[in-house]
């Protein structure tokens, strides 16, 4: 029999009442809860364990939640955990600091369980997705990598050697050979700053926020697997709904 697996939130929120009241509800929906009464125990409680999502009230004591995103997108190991804010204050400057600090969601109390429960199904869903599409994206850096990182450096490589070669005998290169070599060692040499280039792209495009401008996308310019590199491409700018930012020629 498969065990279901049951995502934990950590909770954090100074007031009791309401912190109690949001464990209630959501472990009736089968979540398992942390709670954290600011943002200085949440800190604690990220020290030891990984949450599925976090959800943090904005005016706290000691470390508010500000801070506290702030905090955990600074740890590589936790800056991709979901983080819903949720305030008394349905003010538009608390909404847009929250959002520019990288969180996912917003909730303006008082909200119903319904709301809750389906803010929080929603991001934890779409966490989920993107973690399927790192799992596939490093398959495919893994099937694909060494062999396009082989190909030029064999190239350049194998010119060296010659080059070591020659100069060994005595012998050096004329005017035609340096000539040979030198295109040589561009032609590898591009070919590696393409896939590096492919590469930081698929980076950024993994990482850019919702509200990023067009011209902030980079263009792809090199051939290095293309018809692989368009494919995982098209997947990453699905996933963030950035159809309309990336062009591809």
Excluded at 73 to 78: D, E, F, I, T, Y
Excluded at 236 to 249: A, C
Aim: aromatic content about 6%.
């Amino acid at each position: 029999m498969t065990t279901k697996i049951r995502p934990e939130i950590l909770i954090v929120e100074d007031d009791l009442l309401v912190r109690e009241t949001l464990r209630e509800v959501l472990e009736v929906h089968e979540y398992k809860v942390l709670v954290a009464e600011d943002g200085e125990a949440a800190k604690a409680i990220l020290g030891i364990t990984r949450p599925s999502l976090v959800l943090s009230d904005i005016r706290m004591p000691k470390c508010n939640g500000f801070e506290l995103l702030e905090y955990l997108r600074g740890l590589a190991g936790l800056r991709d955990i979901p983080f819903v804010f949720m305030s008394a204050k349905a003010e538009q400057s608390d909404v847009r600091t929250g959002m520019a600090l990288g969180a996912d969601d917003y909730l303006i109390k008082p909200f119903s369980a319904e709301v809750l429960v389906r803010v929080l199904s929603t991001r934890l869903q779409r966490a989920n997705r993107m973690q399927q599409t790192l799992l596939h994206q490093e398959k495919f850096i893994a099937r694909y990598l060494p062999h396009e990182l082989r190909t030029p450096l064999n190239g350049i490589i194998g010119y060296a050697d010659l080059m070591l070669e020659m100069a060994a005998t005595g012998a050096g290169l004329n005017l035609e050979e340096t000539k040979e070599f030198g295109e040589a060692f561009s032609i590898s040499g591009k070919r590696l700053l393409s896939l590096v280039d492919d590469l930081m792209l698929l980076i950024e495009l993994e990482h850019m926020p919702a509200g990023q401008p067009k011209d902030a996308v980079r263009k792809i310019a090199g051939p290095v697997w293309r018809s692989e590199l368009a494919g995982e491409i098209s997947t990453v700018i699905g996933q963030y709904g950035r159809q309309q930012d990336v062009t591809q020629s």
